[in-house]
């Protein structure tokens, strides 16, 4: 297989409005520390990020994307949207329904799909949790619970500071996009096959920061992250202030190419249907129990 040119990490955001939540993260392969990549901007958005992608994949060098947001829903026994969806049974149909229920919200927001009435009822959306709510995850959140000792955030839950719904429904709409525009160039992991393409992949920067670091906490200093990033064979970056987003970016990048490059990860396309359908977090084990995710 082809080698990858170059290992890139997006940290993400799913906020409306002004928003310091997204960074990106780049290394070459071998053993370079990462690098931060600056927007044209003061900030970057959710379209400026998808457009800097769209050139880095024009430019001719593979890559391996990882982004730190879900690539899926859950697909229980009655299908996607517990069953309000029932004639789609691919990734990419569920796709297309996000992007209709988003009806061209600006920067690729999310709000409008949270009031369309096949995606409202799922959702905890504010207060206390509903009595109807029910708690849904994908097979990928239980098995790397199982594997690291985290908690994934259900995608469902929209409450709290590590609530992950909004920058999955906002990445998704950029990954359609993004897709769309590179169809000869890249491939969504695990939904088709890689290849001698670049690749997009889910990533869990706690993964890495729990491999590294040895725990689930957030480097807050450039001397925090140079300890982990030595650990995943990366030279550590100069001293300066950095935010949590940032760090998390520069660890995920060096931790994509320790799993190429020193643990052999695969990107070979997975025999299980689920997998399929539901998407998975990069570097995450298979799970023992193959029982389905929120099946009743």
Known sequence: MRPFDAYIA??????????????????????????????????????????????????????????????????????????????????????ELIEQA?????????????????????????G?????????????????????????????????AKQVGKASLTGIRVLRHVRAANRSRVAVWPFEPVGAKSALVEIYPTLFRK????????????????????KLGARGVAAGALSDHDTDALISAAGLRHLVERSGASLSPPADPQVRREGWIFGVPPQRDTALAGAA
């Open 10 to 95: 997006i940290d993400w955001s799913g906020a409306d409005g002004r928003y310091a939540g997204i960074s990106i993260a780049q290394c070459a392969p071998g053993k370079a520390a990462p690098r931060l990549v600056a927007p044209e901007a003061a900030l970057w958005t959710r379209t400026a990020a998808a457009g800097w992608l769209d050139r880095e994949l024009r430019s001719g060098r593979r890559l391996l994307i990882g982004c730190d947001f879900a690539f899926g829903l859950p697909f229980e026994r009655h299908g996607y949207l517990a069953g309000s969806a029932p004639r789609l049974e691919d990734i990419f149909g569920l796709w």
């Open 102 to 126: 988003s009806a061209g919200a600006a920067d690729f927001g999310c709000s409008r799909v949270l009031a369309d009435p096949c995606f409202a009822p799922l959702y905890w959306q504010k």
């Open 128 to 160: 206390r949790q509903p009595s109807t709510w029910t708690l849904r995850q994908r097979r990928a959140e239980l098995a790397c619970a199982e594997a690291t000792g985290t908690h994934p955030e259900c995608v469902f839950k929209l409450i709290g």
């Open 211 to 230: 491999q590294a670091a040895g725990g689930v906490a957030k480097l807050r200093t450039a001397e925090a992250l140079n300890m982990a990033l030595r």
